[in-house]
């Protein structure tokens, strides 16, 4: 309404005009807006222009990397498979490496086991000793104990210096101040480092005791210095309370149990009553032989000196020593246990539960033959006729019962001559725990102690040159200088499978001590007693 009230009163030309010159204005205004427009069309073409510029230049470009990633993709999954193809070749070469080092090893095993049965051919031809050696692990009183030690030697106190090369060579580092470190290694038939069990020695040792059986004396000894281990090796740990040893872990039974086990398990499998086992166990102390198993009149066990003589056939017996009937390993380790609650020990600085005594735990199996297929015998003419004559006075109560029972009932000649060409046949099983030897100021003893070690020396000593005695071929072997010698006069002597078990610590304070009794344990080889005898067991008669 305002816009026509401002036409009002004009004329019609200036109204004309008015709107003329409002039309152009709208044109110009349009004709802006479409400039404008075109512009912007104009730039949003350039705009698109670029951007499908910058497109085709990304998408050349993915399509370079793309080729440039597939390529290397490829490149790698080539590689890999390169890998792969090598890793499987190099697979089957260590495959074959294994099957031959495998092969080569067994070979190596066979030769080697072929080689230790023409080595234990030629000990029983020349009658060696056979010497196993043990190295203990090192243990806590090691470190403890030697507190009277100077600095120096304690600074070293733990420092391991032998060692097992293999299974049939000791290593042992010499060292001296001011000196450069000399190795030297010693030989034996079989040496076991500080990690083998129990078990593992045995294994080395059971094959003796089947020699019993086929008419062998065999005696296992146990050298070394105090606190080697040489009583945990052929006992096994052992109460402090009482020192007996412990049969609940069959595991760590040492040689003396386990080999009572296995000498009933081969007499399990002759026929029953053909053979019969009797114990004894005595200790040399103080160069005294003292009975374990004697009983006083109230039924007491205590210990009884006895004395060792040789015989008119050269043998070592022991008067009136006790001979104590076993059935099983139960009654045997029974008695044993018994004994060793005598058995004579004192504190040292080495070892708080050191042995002062040797052991002699002896089995004497006792097996019927008949006389009608008797090979060559081992004693003379007498002696078999005195056996047959106390053949029924030696019976275990139940044989002597069947013997009786059967003579009341034999009433043809026949079986009363089948019944006197009965013959025993003895071979015994000695089991020697030595006492260990001692340097004086090391083991810190006084007194009634220093005495001891003093005895105990001089009988290692006397032991050592009986060896010596008896490699050299002298005339005369003293046997006599020692009565642990004496005892042990026919084993040591050439009537026994002897096999001496070396104790030693690998600890570098106990140097000198190790190397002694790997010295010994070196001399113990080279001895040659000529061929162990066999007792005389049932051969094949001839056809008259």
């Not at 146990?222 to 052992?238: D, E, F, I, R, V």
């Not at 080999?259 to 086992?277: C, D, H, M, N, Y």
């Not at 005339?475 to 009537?495: A, C, E, I, M």
Request: aromatic share 6%; net charge positive; hydrophobic share 35%.
């Amino acid at each position: 309404m305002l816009k026509y009230q401002g036409l009002a009163g004009r004329s019609t030309k200036e109204v004309l005009q008015l709107y003329s010159a409002h039309g152009q204005q709208q044109i110009l205004q349009r004709n802006s807006v479409v400039t404008q427009l075109h512009g912007a069309i104009k730039r949003l073409k350039q705009d698109l222009k670029s951007l499908h510029s910058f497109a085709l230049e990304l998408s050349k470009d993915f399509q370079r990397q793309s080729k440039t990633y597939i390529y290397q993709v490829l490149t790698a999954v080539q590689g890999i498979q390169l890998q792969n193809e090598a890793m499987q070749m190099f697979q089957i070469k260590v495959f074959d490496l294994e099957q031959s080092l495998q092969e080569v090893t067994e070979r190596y095993e066979k030769e080697k086991q072929k080689r230790r049965a023409l080595h234990n051919s030629l000990v029983e031809l020349r009658g060696n000793i056979r010497v196993h050696c043990r190295i203990r692990p090192l243990l806590p009183f090691d470190t403890a104990a030697g507190h009277s030690i100077s600095q120096d030697r304690q600074r070293n106190i733990s420092e391991k210096v032998a060692y097992a090369a293999d299974d049939e060579t000791v290593l042992v580092k010499c060292t001296r101040p001011g000196h450069a470190s000399v190795n030297k290694t010693f030989q034996f038939e079989r040496v076991y480092n500080a990690s083998e069990s129990q078990d593992t020695v045995f294994a080395d040792v059971a094959p003796l005791l089947t020699s019993l059986l086929d008419g062998y004396n065999v005696c296992i000894m146990a050298y070394g210095q105090t606190g080697s281990g040489k009583t945990y090796t052929m006992l096994g740990p052992q109460s402090e309370e009482n020192f007996a040893f412990s049969i609940e872990d069959e595991s760590e039974l040492g040689i003396i149990p386990r080999a009572t086990q296995e000498v009933f398990r081969l007499i399990s499998e002759k026929p029953p009553g053909s053979s019969w086992v009797e114990v004894s166990v005595v200790e040399v102390y103080n160069n005294e032989i003292f009975d374990l198993l004697a009983k006083d009149s109230c039924g007491k066990v205590f210990g009884v000196k006895r004395d060792v003589v040789t015989t008119r056939e050269g043998k070592s017996d022991v008067p009136l020593l006790t001979y104590e009937t076993v059935e099983n390993a139960s009654e045997f380790l029974h008695l044993v246990n018994k004994g060793l609650q005598l058995r004579v020990r004192h504190p040292t600085l080495v070892h708080a539960h050191s042995s002062r005594s040797h052991l002699v735990v002896t089995l004497t199996i006792t097996t019927i033959v008949s006389g009608d297929n008797f090979g060559t015998s081992w004693e003379d003419e007498q002696t078999s006729q005195r056996l047959n004559k106390e053949v029924s006075c030696t019976f275990p109560q139940k044989m002597r019962d069947n013997k009786s029972t059967s003579s009341s009932r034999a009433s043809s000649p026949a079986q009363l001559e089948a019944t006197e060409k009965m013959k025993q046949v003895k071979t015994r099983l000695q089991l020697v725990d030595l006492a260990g030897s001692e340097c004086v100021g090391m083991s810190g003893v006084t007194g009634a102690a220093l005495r001891e070690t003093s005895f105990i020396n001089r009988s290692l000593s006397a032991l050592a040159d009986v060896l010596g005695a008896i490699a050299e071929q002298r005339s005369h072997v003293p046997y006599r200088n020692s009565k642990l010698t004496h005892l042990l006069q026919d084993s040591v002597g050439g009537d026994a499978k002897l096999l001496v078990m070396l104790c030693i610590s690998p600890d570098q304070k106990y140097l000198t001590e190790s190397m002694q009794s790997l010295g010994f344990g070196t001399r113990a080889r080279q001895v040659q007693r000529g061929q162990v005898k066999k007792k005389n067991f049932p051969v094949p008669s001839k056809a008259k």
